[in-house]
């Protein structure tokens, strides 16, 4: 009898996936993983060849009522979409960034949970795909993460009563997932390689209009760690080199002078965000002290 090869396997086990059964499903997933480790290639090539097992593993992440068959779900995707392009791209058009978003609804941000953690990740891993940015552009994409940026610094609308139940985390944790987020906004907003500089030109007016300057109320959180804090005006940084964000030229009132360099935006698009003068000197000083 023929023996069976790798890339079989693989494919008799995402052929579990769509089974109805919990615990075969998390089988499959735990087994899957363990044989991506080893050898990921077979894995990347079963997947590619049926696109069906792709669409097996979405649906077990947007709709199993069991948490732990979902994370396992969450970190078989984290592995394949580190460096794959191709799964990448096809996960994102069967909605794997609005899923992203939608799982971290339920996730508190300033507690850095695993769950959380892994997420942020996987967005990650797709918004260095320049398709992949194209999509988050053209749906809620940018309006989402400029929400899930300010959620993670100051706590979801309406947590204010659930802060003394909270656990205590370290610094680290604390800012873990604002860190992610933040990464993920400059990898949009700051290109690494010139043929990639239209699509970042794109991806800063998307976070514009979604109303990614306002996040510089946060600078003035006493409690934001410094990193962060950097983080936040390197993303500014590089938001004003879109056009439609006008730098403002009124000089910073703290003792060093330097001008402000954060953006103080009046263009069309962002009518509905704006600052004045005063928020946008508060940022300057800010930042100035860093």
Known sequence: MARRTDTENVKELLRLLSVSETFTQYDALEQLQRIYSRLPEPVNAAILADPRSLGHLMHVLQTSPVEYVRNECLSFLLLLTADNADIQTIVT????????????????????????????????????NTTCQKYLRETDGAAS??????????????????????????????????????????????PLEEAEAREAEANRLALIKAGALDLCQHLSNPQLAEAAQLMLVRLFESLEQCPQAEPCSM??????SMPCSVPFHKSPVSLNHGHDVQMCRATAATACGL
């Open 93 to 128: 058009v069967q909605g794997f960034i609005e899923t992203i978003f939608s799982i971290l609804e339920d996730e508190d941000l300033t507690l850095g949970g695993k769950v959380a953690r892994d997420l942020l990740r996987c967005l990650m891993n797709v918004v260095g």
């Open 145 to 190: 993460l400029v929400s899930a940026i300010s959620h993670a610094v100051a706590g979801k609308p309406g947590s204010e009563s659930e802060e003394e139940d909270k656990p205590e985390v370290s610094a680290e944790s604390r800012w873990a997932c604002l860190s992610l987020l933040l990464d993920a906004a400059l990898l949009l907003a700051s």
């Open 251 to 256: 000089p910073c009132s703290m003792p060093c």
